[in-house]
Nanobody, 115 residues
Framework: QVHLVESGGGLVQPGGSLRLSCVAS????????MGWYRQAPGKQRELAAT???????SYADSVKGRFTISRDNAKNTVYLQMNSLKPEDTGVYSC?????????WGKGTLVTVSS
């Protein structure tokens, strides 16, 4: 059983920053890919950023240059640094991990960008 626990969401003004954290219940080396997805109110979930075990990064066009995904292997943690936040970044951000054994999701953390 894999557990992913997100934290770091909250209310921030436009132009502000937040850092999200995702702690895994096992070594993140056991996953082929880890990433962050988001779901805005009334919309489908979409990819924000992913990282492969080999270190290849991928970002949605809408967040390139503003968001950075990174990891701390010793802490089994993946981060999403979000800068220059916009109201359209509002949504529930969920951590995802994938390997041959399955596709795992955290419960998500809410990010609200509003003045």
């Amino acid at each position: 059983q894999v557990h992913l626990v997100e934290s770091g969401g909250g209310l921030v003004q436009p132009g502000g920053s937040l850092r999200l954290s995702c702690v895994a219940s096992r070594s993140i080396f056991s996953f082929n890919t880890m990433g962050w997805y988001r779901q805005a109110p009334g919309k489908q979930r979409e990819l924000a950023a992913t990282m492969t075990s080999g270190g290849t990064l991928s970002y949605a066009d809408s967040v390139k240059g503003r968001f950075t995904i990174s990891r701390d292997n010793a802490k089994n943690t993946v981060y999403l640094q979000m800068n220059s936040l916009k109201p359209e970044d509002t949504g529930v951000y969920s951590c995802n991990a994938r390997n041959s054994g399955g596709n795992y999701w955290g419960k998500g953390t809410l990010v609200t960008v509003s003045s």
